[in-house]
């Protein structure tokens, strides 16, 4: 079975500019969550989609977005970009996901690099 | 304020030898426990779950434990291998029907 994908794995934008993120889950899995990971701060989570609805949000500005396809790909977008939003990307999937309340497994993808200039 | 905690940002052991890590976490009361594995540009990997009425959980050389009293979790690795070295995360429900919440991670090396 193929893994988590994300696309693409390495970004360079610069400050004021908007980046869209692209996942495909597991075949099979509904739950994406998105993750943010830097040095600082470790892994944080910003948000989840299950069957194309934000289920979850974590406490990020609104300039951090998301939706999910009816295939369950999910994309994320940041605008506006900060030189603090350089980070590692994360993405994960699970069958049902942390927030139908279960224990699922949660997968992740290798990560998108964004350097913010 | 809710905190989850690991000992540790950094553990050196020599191979052979049990690596301990572990996590504390304040004003939350989970449901299970997780830790995850990860390697320098990869995602996390799954590595073993605990539920809050578990007290201990193996998996060939891992061993986890978790006391709810205390509020903390142990994570062993017997006879430690330099295929060990990488970062380990906890991981825990914040409540029932949200996301998951990880540590910062401690990062193991084992030296041979």
């Known amino acids: 079975k193929a893994g988590v994908t994300q696309t693409p794995r390495y970004l360079i934008k610069t400050r004021g500019q908007q980046v869209t993120l692209s996942c495909s889950p597991i075949?099979?899995?509904?739950?994406v969550s998105w993750y943010q990971q830097t040095p600082g701060q470790g892994l944080q989570f910003l948000f989840e989609?299950?069957?194309?609805?934000?289920?979850n949000k974590g406490n990020f500005p609104g300039r951090f977005s998301g939706r999910q396809f009816s295939n369950s790909r999910s994309e994320m977008n940041v605008s506006t970009l900060e030189l603090g939003d350089s980070a590692l990307y994360l993405c994960?999937?699970?069958?049902?996901?942390?927030?139908?309340?279960?224990?699922?497994?949660?997968?992740f993808g290798p990560g998108t690099r964004l350097t913010v200039l | 304020s809710q905190k989850i905690e690991q000992n540790s940002e950094a553990l050196n052991i020599q191979e052979g030898k049990t690596a301990t890590l572990t996590c504390n976490y304040t004003?939350?009361?989970?449901?299970?426990l997780q830790w995850y594995r990860q390697d320098p540009g990869r995602g996390p990997v799954f590595l073993l779950l605990?539920?809050?009425?578990?007290k201990e959980k193996r998996k060939e050389r891992l061993k986890v434990t978790f006391d709810t009293t205390l509020k903390q979790s142990l994570f062993h690795i017997t006879a430690s291998q330099p295929a060990d070295s990488a970062t380990y995360l906890c991981?825990?429900?914040?409540?029932?029907?949200?996301?998951?919440?990880f540590g910062k991670g401690t990062t193991l090396s084992v030296s041979s």
């Open positions: 994960a999937s699970s069958l049902a996901g942390a927030s139908g309340g279960t224990t699922d497994t949660q997968y």
């Open positions: 605990i539920r809050e009425n578990e």
């Open positions: 991981a825990l429900d914040h409540q029932a029907g949200t996301a998951l919440i």
């Open positions: 004003n939350y009361s989970p449901a299970y």
């Open positions: 989609y299950f069957s194309e609805t934000q289920r």
């Open positions: 075949s099979g899995h509904r739950s």
